[in-house]
T-cell receptor, first 112, second 115 residues
Framework: AQSVTQLDSHVSVSEGTPVLLRCNYSSSYSPSLFWYVQHPNKGLQLLLKYTSAATLVKGINGFEAEFKKSETSFHLTKPSAHMSDAAEYFCVVRMHDYKLSFGAGTTVTVRA | NAGVTQTPKFQVLKTGQSMTLQCAQDMNHNSMYWYRQDPGMGLRLIYYSASEGTTDKGEVPNGYNVSRLNKREFSLRLESAAPSQTSVYFC??????????????FGPGTRLTVT
């Protein structure tokens, strides 16, 4: 069985400060992991994906995530938040039958 | 190249009414999906179609039916709407079944309210 837990339902940061969104997964084998972003009233967009080639994955808009097998984590970070980063972020794991399982989401607000 | 399009964008139904949500993609993708999004629950898979001519149940299929009309179009039907089906519905498509290689592309969503 596989599942994903996003540890924070809401994160608030000041513009220009780092962003950390935490995600833990459970999997009976080596997982495939993704981060998606959803801006208000929009569909979801892929930020980055872990393909087992490298543990540090770089995505779009300056985001990156690190896969840590020992901690079963796939946390998303950005060194400096921008107002346009205000959105909802989903950590996603690919299940054994190729379907995707979504975390509950983390809402990011960015203060000016 | 419009990607994934969904109609309508908004809909209000009364309990017991029926409706069909339409989805189309112009990326020549083989696989298509319907999700619902509820607060605090992420996205949950309703039905999916791995390829033209096939459909399978996802996590929450009860109360819904789907039709893969052709390679481009995948519709979701609510035969007798219930308030519990108030949600935002997303259609997605991918080159093949979702996985490391096959990114899912999402439509803008349909906001459905059942009163």
């Amino acid at each position: 069985a596989q599942s994903v837990t996003q540890l924070d339902s809401h994160v608030s940061v000041s513009e220009g400060t780092p962003v950390l969104l935490r995600c833990n997964y459970s999997s009976s084998y080596s997982p495939s992991l993704f981060w998606y972003v959803q801006h208000p009233n929009k569909g979801l967009q892929l930020l980055l994906k872990y393909t087992s080639a490298a543990t540090l994955v770089k995505g779009i808009n300056g985001f990156e995530a690190e896969f840590k097998k020992s901690e079963t984590s796939f946390h998303l970070t950005k060194p400096s938040a921008h107002m346009s980063d205000a959105a909802e972020y989903f950590c996603v794991v690919r299940m054994h039958d190729y379907k995707l399982s979504f975390g509950a989401g983390t809402t990011v607000t960015v203060r000016a | 190249n419009a990607g994934v399009t969904q109609t309508p964008k908004f809909q209000v139904l009364k309990t017991g009414q029926s409706m069909t949500l339409q989805c189309a993609q112009d990326m020549n993708h083989n696989s298509m999906y319907w999700y619902r999004q509820d607060p605090g629950m992420g996205l949950r898979l309703i039905y999916y179609s791995a390829s033209e001519g096939t459909t399978d149940k996802g996590e929450v299929p009860n109360g819904y039916n789907v039709s893969r009309l052709n390679k481009r179009e995948f519709s979701l039907r609510l035969e007798s709407a219930a308030p519990s089906q108030t949600s935002v519905y997303f259609c997605a498509s991918s080159e093949g079944l979702a996985g490391v290689t096959y990114e899912q592309y999402f439509g803008p969503g349909t906001r459905l309210t059942v009163t």
